[in-house]
């Protein structure tokens, strides 16, 4: 299943993307089996089933328009945990390619302020100086998991979305932690959708590609991964217990060398799509920066 | 006022802290003045200067013993953001003592599963490798900052309270990043109250002192630090919107010369307390891990 989130003038609602390609519905969950929001379904494997069985019996014809629906971000996460570093670079014939992998994840955190929807654009902010994307993978959690192993670890990951690490490069660079780079309003999108984990045969194979102003600046599949789904939410639930709907963005392959070389900041009117295989894809604006409340 | 969140059957509830040393009393403020929690009294000036006339207005000898009561975290942040080093060290004489500062605050995240309460126990975890403590001031926020100027800074900080910002050090330094050691359960106990900001005539003129098993470890005032409150609180709002119950550590002194000397890493059975002038003390237990919860 693809779940979303959708603003309705009751608030945010849970549903399934029914329907097929270019004329997709929305199945309203909360009407359907009575989930509350998507994160309470994530963990609620009978919910889950429930809901495959509302799917399957839809007349979909009948469904609003998934083109038509404001789309909030599908989850909302009480922790976004992002790693740092877990793609291999280009690795010369002849040379292990795991020669230089780090012993464990770069972790960092992003505060709930940052995060945004598949229809938000990102008010680039006044003091920014460098803000950049970063296009990722994002796990999502069902059941609780604290102190799992590896062995079991899937059994706590519910689905998959796609996350935009934005950041202000020169913030992140200030001092030795990146947080203050990582954590402005907004610079999180997340969506458009969860596709549960049942849908992704192994998410160690999927093309994760950015295309910022149509040029694709990023291109590289899963499998150059570091570290593994299962070993990455093991080693976060030895210290922190991940809860239904948290979000564990898995770090960012680097761009290609044409885009590295032609970096500028994103600015207003700027644009960027993430795109997962089988997961779908992302696409934000970047508009100018709103003002802040007076006191 | 101190304002605390108490444990009842009907929940969390927000409540001021009345009586006289050794005598002291709750006054229950959801009763009194039909406010919910703490985090949105500390919003609003209205609801304040109605819980100020409630709490001199209060029969004393009528209301509950704070020693009978279960307290809990004060306030429950949206989001815990801490600066890693803003205290000078001992300087010698005749060096200007601003000379090595560092531009900008070095800032990191708490994720909300380290809040802890004042009578929480801190469960050493079964991954733990060398745990510590770090005795910190810590502001709250009362009304929402985004953007605000050094100078009108402070008419969004609502009070103070004490934050522990527990470390597992091994795990801090395992990557550049410190979120993991900083993230563990429960590894931020916070109180036990917030003293409204009208009864700090100066928070940079408070001694911040931690005692370990007996011992004083840390003993050194706020005047010492780097940073101001004001302008931390402006330089965080340039790039997160700052909510109401909102909780930043302002970091912590350096620990003295005897016990830098007889670091061991914290155990079950040790206790920690800190202790701020003019806010209070926090004590906190350390116990031994609890077990994960099986899948």
């Given at each position: 299943?693809?779940?979303?989130?959708?603003?309705?003038?009751?608030?945010?609602?849970?549903?399934?993307?029914?329907?097929?390609?270019?004329?997709?519905?929305?199945?309203?969950?909360?009407?359907?089996?009575?989930?509350?929001?998507?994160?309470?379904?994530?963990?609620?494997?009978?919910?889950?089933?429930?809901?495959?069985?509302?799917?399957?019996?839809?007349?979909?014809?009948?469904?609003?328009?998934?083109?038509?629906?404001?789309?909030?971000?599908?989850?909302?996460?009480?922790?976004?945990?992002?790693?740092?570093?877990?793609?291999?670079?280009?690795?010369?014939?002849?040379?292990?390619?795991?020669?230089?992998?780090p012993e464990?994840?770069?972790?960092?955190?992003?505060?709930?302020?940052?995060?945004?929807?598949?229809?938000?654009?990102?008010?680039?902010?006044?003091?920014?100086?460098?803000?950049?994307?970063?296009?990722?993978?994002?796990?999502?959690?069902?059941?609780?998991?604290?102190?799992?192993?590896?062995?079991?670890?899937?059994?706590?990951?519910?689905?998959?979305?796609?996350?935009?690490?934005?950041?202000?490069?020169?913030?992140?660079?200030?001092?030795?932690?990146?947080?203050?780079?990582?954590?402005?309003?907004?610079?999180?999108?997340?969506?458009?959708?969860?596709v549960t984990?049942?849908?992704?045969?192994?998410?160690?194979?999927?093309?994760?590609?950015?295309?910022?102003?149509?040029?694709?600046t990023v291109?590289?599949?899963?499998?150059?991964?570091?570290?593994?789904?299962?070993?990455?939410?093991?080693?976060?639930?030895?210290?922190?217990?991940?809860?239904?709907?948290?979000?564990?963005?898995?770090?960012?392959?680097?761009?290609?060398?044409?885009?590295?070389?032609?970096?500028?900041?994103?600015?207003?009117?700027?644009?960027?799509?993430?795109?997962?295989?089988?997961?779908?894809?992302?696409?934000?604006?970047?508009?100018?920066?709103?003002?802040?409340?007076?006191?």
């Open positions: 299943m693809r779940l979303v989130s959708f603003a309705s003038p009751a608030g945010r609602r849970p549903a399934a993307v029914v329907g097929t390609p270019g004329d997709e519905r929305l199945l309203d969950l909360a009407d359907a089996i009575g989930v509350d929001d998507v994160e309470s379904l994530l963990a609620d494997d009978q919910a889950l089933a429930a809901a495959r069985s509302s799917v399957a019996a839809a007349d979909v014809s009948r469904l609003p328009r998934l083109a038509e629906a404001t789309l909030l971000a599908p989850v909302v996460p009480g922790k976004i945990v992002c790693l740092g570093y877990n793609y291999r670079g280009h690795v010369p014939d002849g040379v292990d390619p795991r020669a230089s992998d464990f994840p770069d972790v960092f955190v992003k505060t709930p302020n940052t995060l945004g929807g598949p229809s938000d654009a990102v008010a680039v902010p006044h003091a920014a100086e460098d803000v950049d994307y970063e296009g990722e993978i994002a796990i999502v959690i069902g059941r609780r998991a604290k102190e799992v192993p590896v062995e079991s670890a899937l059994d706590h990951v519910a689905g998959y979305t796609i996350l935009n690490d934005v950041s202000d490069r020169a913030w992140q660079r200030r001092q030795s932690q990146w947080a203050l780079g990582k954590c402005f309003d907004g610079f999180a999108p997340l969506g458009p959708w969860v984990a049942d849908e992704i045969a192994d998410p160690h194979d999927l093309l994760v590609e950015v295309e910022r102003d149509g040029v694709v291109s590289q599949s899963t499998a150059t991964t570091i570290f593994s789904v299962p070993f990455i939410v093991s080693y976060l639930s030895q210290t922190m217990t991940l809860q239904p709907g948290d979000v564990i963005s898995t770090g960012t392959p680097q761009k290609l060398p044409h885009a590295l070389a032609a970096h500028r900041p994103l600015a207003p009117g700027d644009s960027v799509t993430v795109r997962v295989g089988g997961i779908g894809e992302l696409t934000t604006r970047f508009v100018a920066p709103t003002q802040g409340v007076p006191a």
